[in-house]
């Protein structure tokens, strides 16, 4: 960790990936991406014709990194394309490093707009999306 690094947090870790409807690559969609740990933060992009798009890795400072409480962000990535718009991610942030979303890996993901949405966990966070990627999510916890 460098000096410049001190109080750093991820919010939300780089993402790249493709929008495909009915397995068509979405071509000129808005991508909104918002993240809140202490306050609202938000960038966006637009997709290439041939559906991709890519967003940096979203940081705050904060002293909260070295105190004794527990980290979370919510996340939410909403498309935008024609007259409609597709929440194609919903999620808590649980730890503060970069790309916990996808284990460690780049976050890298494929979302078919007309995909029923799952939830899984990774990392003990909760992550509702449209999208896949490569990830082992946390198995699955028997209440009963």
Not at 20 to 42: F, M, S, Y
Not at 122 to 134: A, G, K, Q, R, Y
Request: charged share 30%; glycine share 6%.
């Amino acid at each position: 960790m460098s000096l410049t690094d001190a109080g750093k947090v991820c919010l939300f870790s780089g993402i790249s990936g493709v929008i495909t409807l009915d397995g068509e690559p979405v071509a000129n969609a808005r991508v909104v991406r918002k993240a809140d740990r202490d306050g609202e933060k938000q960038d966006e992009t637009t997709t290439d014709e041939r559906g991709r798009f890519s967003l940096p890795p979203m940081f705050e400072r904060t002293i909260a990194k070295y105190l004794p409480q527990e980290f979370a962000a919510s996340q939410d990535i909403t498309v935008f394309h024609g007259d409609q718009s597709y929440s194609i991610w919903r999620g808590v942030k649980r730890k503060p490093e970069e790309n916990t979303e996808s284990r460690g890996k780049p976050l890298v993901v494929a979302c078919e707009l007309h995909a029923e949405e799952k939830m899984i966990k990774v990392n003990n966070s909760p992550i509702i999306s449209l999208c896949t990627w490569d990830v082992e999510p946390d198995p699955i916890e028997k209440v009963f």
